[in-house]
């Protein structure tokens, strides 16, 4: 049996080129560019938290050397 009379799932076709959907998609795909880029593109929350209390821990190691000597 063959693929021919199965449904596509999940497959979005693409907006005409020139459309006003197809400006919007553009422009979302390029904020996402800039934004991975920098950096900031695929991490979750987990990885931001983590970086959070690794620089609150640093703060306070560095405030605690300061005022034991």
């Known amino acids: 049996m063959g693929s021919s009379g199965m449904k596509r799932k999940g497959r979005k076709h693409q907006p005409k080129v020139g459309t006003k959907p197809e400006r919007e998609y553009a422009l979302h ?35 605690g050397m300061a005022l034991w000597f």
């Open 29 to 63: 795909q390029e904020q996402h560019a800039v934004a991975a880029n920098f950096g900031v593109g695929a991490k979750g929350w987990v990885f931001w938290t983590a970086i959070v209390a690794v620089v609150v821990l640093v703060f306070f190691a560095i405030l």
